[in-house]
């Protein structure tokens, strides 16, 4: 279907309706919106009218409507959690709607504990409202619930939901794992649009770039519903900004802090500031964030082998090496250590409006604009074991099985980038992530009628981006501890001993463009005469461009750089090194030593190198079309369901690079390739939710979702990468992976505002994506390619706690838990080892943590709150290998954080944050636990401060 078609089926689409609302338009309909005290919206709010038993639920901005109600006079009452029963007496005229604002406050609280200095309702209370109303099964939380502040990114939110982790980059949560399915199986969407990704090879959505204080309420969908999109085979989250308030707002956050690693500044502010006019028809709110880090991490790397050859100084009758192989322990034949120096600012602008034309049509305009700059400098030294033709009998020593003393080539290198304006000598990665939408909610007689079109960007640049390398070989022994790979100069090294290997400076620029347009109408319709009960149906249009454009130059010196001697030098001694004062990095060529270089001058020969890039560079766009049809009704006072059927159509145009090599395996020339794919797929759901009692839900889910592979993968390239011996291609006959769901959870919800839950959730992927790697015939590397596996089952379960203890005696009833449990196991079938042949061994599913846990300990008094959060996700497969040995997984994690806040009066608080206590790494390990592939420090992350807040 090409866009001018789908625009007419969306004008006929409404032109039925419309018709419809005529024909039925005979009663009254109410219409309102519910506030606190303090003016801010209240969401989830439970409204009915028990005289003709209907009701419905408030949005995220505390709106409501309910229709084709008879004329009359009725009593509206209003449920929330933790609050006692608002009764309101309405008059309903036909033909008219009635708008109507109520207010929650302190006089209708059934619990002290629920009021905070400075008023309003808890965020917990409007979290867990929201949660408990909705038709599927979905977490909500409120930023400010979890106690994070300007410094933590949304990341950081998100990994405190149950069933979710996270993976670590820099020290800060970045990739989002939902039901242990990978980053990109998952949607991220702001206020229902979704977010592109700035990642080259996939479709991860960076949740570091994006500050927590901007966002009001995270929710994550586990089971999806016939209206949002299908491309959720883990969940869908949906990031929402806040809205304009009932009155005049002002907050301000200044804060500062330290990271221990480099006992360098930290620096943040926010503000934010929201009001509507008098006559009530214009809100607005604007707010804006920046958060200045100066921070880094101490990294060691790892590539193990168990495989060892030797040269034996004989040739074959062909006048051949003859190479002798001997069995040894599995050893680290490459080792890296790392130093990173990064500076990351992050900034953030959000400008909310909305306009009510009149009490059936309103308008709202939402936009963000993310901007993350990280200046990185990178101090890594490398060893790597010589070819076997290269080592001699008497180069090496073996003691007791273990490979202990061979020789290496070493390399020195230094990152960095051009000097002064925004690049500072430090290689700048320019994230950017800007999203504009526009939308409209019309009443048409007692048909709802809703729009919205968005226009999302995300672009990644990292211009004047420059590497200097130095080289050598020398003998190394090895270390004999798997936990903590070494390899150490066996005889002391200086920069003399160091020559040139190059000198080279790339450019990266990566962008997703993304254009959203969907129409819904709902109708009332009560099939089963319970009182309330609706039909809707809708179309939706997502229009993705994405591109990458890469280049690479390598410079010669025409003459000077005989070693690295000849060059500024700096030192990394190591004597902090937080993986172990072991590992010293060493001598470097310094930052802005390279930054000064004059590499376009006479003094330098310079060599565009397409076989670095071009392979990398590609355009994808994919366009997919969508319609729904479903219906909500009660089957009885308790019993609901949700049904419906969703269709998806995907069509994708690629078009990659096929590098062509000479004989000597030097790169000669390169073609364009084109190729296209289509899909369909249709994806019925089923929801029921069963209210046992007014606390108690049980709900049930048969569900239908996909994943589509990532646009690289499509792509129809083929890269040789000569250094390392390897080729990667595309496979554009990829199909997507398919999931049929079934979830199952009951939730018990306190009246002091808290909830008791647990559940089991089962998934059954077909066409699952994996790496294969086997061996190319024609040059014996190592070649990748994405293929589909058969199948893979996903089951768990999920337990959840939180509660104030208010029914302790005196001081103790201020404390507060907060404990979450997923378990999960996973199983994939149809993956192939390096020969060719279907692995035997039992697989999990990448990305499938099999534990998960949240807890958190916390103390608030009308002025005083704390709280100790403790995060654990459990080891899990990370990558697939050639075979079990070459297996990469990412190693377990325990974080362990503390807040606090003091509130000087109702609107000024400080506030003090204590991150990351344990020191907790990121590590992956190769086969077997115990075998360190990568393993990256930290340290603790101090931040202090003061916010102010003005209802």
């Not at 690079?657 to 759901?685: C, H, K, Q």
């Not at 089962?762 to 390619?785: H, M, N, P, S």
């Not at 089951?795 to 009833?813: I, M």
């Amino acid at each position: 279907m090409n866009r001018k078609n789908y625009f007419k089926l969306l004008l006929v689409t409404l032109f039925v309706a419309l018709n419809y609302s005529f024909l039925q338009a005979q009663t009254g309909v109410i219409k309102g919106n519910i506030a606190d005290e303090a003016g801010i919206y209240v969401p989830g709010a439970a409204v009915m009218i028990p005289e003709i038993n209907k009701g419905t639920t408030t949005d995220f901005d505390g709106n409501f409507t309910l229709v084709e109600i008879p004329e009359g006079a009725y009593t509206l009452v209003v449920k929330y959690l933790g609050y006692k029963d608002l009764n309101k007496e309405v008059s309903v005229t036909a033909n008219q709607t009635l708008d109507i604002d109520l207010v929650l406050n302190s006089s209708t609280t059934t619990l002290e504990t629920v009021q905070l200095l400075g008023g309003g309702l808890s965020a917990q209370a409007r979290a867990l409202n929201a949660q408990k109303n909705r038709p599927n099964i979905t977490n909500i939380v409120s930023t400010e619930q979890i106690g994070k502040f300007p410094d933590a990114n949304i990341g950081d939110a998100v990994k405190r939901i149950p069933g979710i982790t996270m993976q670590v980059d820099q020290g800060e949560a970045r990739n989002i794992i939902v039901r242990g399915l990978a980053p990109q199986l998952n949607s991220v969407t702001l206020n229902g649009s979704r977010i592109p990704s700035a990642e080259g090879d996939n479709r991860n959505v960076q949740m570091d770039l994006i500050p927590s204080d901007m966002i009001q309420t995270i929710e994550v969908s586990k089971a999806v519903t016939p209206d949002m999109d299908a491309d959720a085979l883990g969940g869908s989250v949906n990031l929402v900004t806040r809205s304009a308030p009932e009155d005049f707002r002002l907050a301000a956050t200044l804060g500062s802090g330290v990271n221990f690693i480099t006992d360098k500044r930290i620096l943040s502010g926010s503000f934010l500031v929201g009001d509507r006019t008098k006559d009530g028809k214009l809100g607005f709110m604007v707010s804006a964030s920046i958060n200045d880090n100066d921070f880094g991490s101490d990294n060691v790397e790892a590539e193990w082998s168990d495989e060892f050859e030797y040269n034996t100084g004989m040739q074959d009758t062909e006048g051949d090496d003859i190479l002798e192989s001997v069995d040894v322990n599995p050893y680290a034949s490459a080792f890296e250590i790392r130093k990173y120096l990064v500076q990351r600012v992050r900034r953030s602008f959000s400008a909310n409006l909305n306009y009510d034309f009149n009490d059936n049509n309103s308008l709202y305009f939402k936009s963000m604009y993310n901007w993350r700059d990280d200046r990185e400098n990178r101090f890594a030294y490398a060893s790597e074991i010589l070819d076997g033709e290269d080592i001699s009998e008497g180069d090496f020593t073996i003691t007791n099985g273990n490979l202990v003393r061979f020789p290496a080539e070493a390399e020195r290198e230094t990152k960095g980038g051009i000097p002064g304006g925004r690049i500072q000598n430090r290689r700048l990665e320019d994230q950017r992530m800007q999203n504009y939408t526009l939308g409209g909610d019309h009443l048409f007689g007692n048909v709802k009628f809703d729009w919205m079109g968005s226009y999302a960007k995300a672009s990644e640049e990292r211009p004047n981006e420059r590497y200097i390398s130095w080289e050598a070989e020398y003998m190394v022994n090895n270390g004999t501890n798997p936990k903590k790979p070494l390899h150490t100069p066996v005889n002391a090294t200086s920069p003399s001993d160091f020559e040139l290997k190059e000198i080279t400076e790339e450019y990266q620029y990566t962008e997703e463009e993304d254009i959203n347009v969907f129409a819904n109408i709902e109708l009332p319709a009560d099939l089963f005469d319970q009182g309330s009960g609706i039909v809707k149906f809708g179309v939706r249009g997502r229009f993705k461009n994405k591109r990458r454009d890469n280049n690479f130059f390598e410079y010669e010196p025409e003459n000077g750089f005989e070693n690295m001697a000849q060059t500024e030098v700096v030192v990394k001694d190591g004597n902090d090194f937080l993986a172990g004062q072991q590992y010293r990095p060493g001598f470097f060529t310094s930052p802005e030593y390279l930054g000064s270089l004059d590499i376009n001058s006479g003094q330098f020969s310079s060599e565009d190198l397409p076989e670095e890039y071009l392979e990398e560079n590609f355009e994808a766009e994919e366009n997919v079309y969508a319609g729904y049809v479903m219906a909500n009704q009660k089957l009885s006072e308790k019993l609901s369901i949700l049904a419906g059927v969703r269709l998806e159509a995907t069509h994708i145009n690629s078009l990659g690079n096929e590098l062509i090599f000479n004989e000597d395996g030097d790169f000669e020339d390169a073609s364009p390739v084109r190729d296209e794919s289509n899909y369909t797929n249709i994806l019925p759901g089923v929801h029921f939710k069963y209210n046992l009692n007014d606390n108690t839900v049980v709900r049930f889910a048969w569900t239908n979702t996909l994943a589509r592979p990532n646009y690289i993968d499509l792509v129809p390239y083929r890269a040789v990468n000569n250094e390392d011996e390897e080729i990667s291609v595309g496979n554009t006959d990829l199909n997507p992976s398919t999931s049929m769901n079934f979830d199952f959870m009951a939730e018990y919800y306190f009246k002091s505002v808290g909830i008791l839950s647990g559940g089991v959730f089962y998934k059954d992927i077909e066409d699952f994506v994996y790496t294969y790697i086997r061996q190319d015939e024609a040059t014996g590397y190592d070649l990748f390619q994405p293929l589909n596996g058969d199948e893979a089952n996903i089951y768990g379960a999920e337990v959840s706690f939180q509660r104030q203890l208010n029914f302790l005696p005196g001081f103790a009833k201020n404390f507060g838990i907060y404990l979450n449990y997923t378990y999960l196991h996973s199983e994939a079938n149809g993956i192939r080892n390096e020969d060719g042949d279907l692995r035997e061994d039992e697989l999990s599913l990448p990305g499938s943590s099999p534990n998960m846990f949240n807890g958190s300990l916390s103390y608030s008094d009308k002025r005083f709150s704390a709280r100790l959060s403790a995060n654990f996700s459990d080891a899990y497969l990370d990558e697939l290998g050639g075979n079990a040995f070459q297996d990469r997984y990412y190693d377990e994690q325990f974080f362990l954080d503390f807040n606090m806040s003091y509130s000087i009066n109702k609107n000024l608080r400080i506030f003090a944050n204590l991150n990351n206590i344990t020191n907790q790494p990121l590590r992956y390990y190769q086969g077997v636990s115990n075998r360190t592939m990568q393993m990256e420090y930290y340290s603790q992350r101090l931040t202090f401060g003061l916010k102010y807040d003005l209802y």
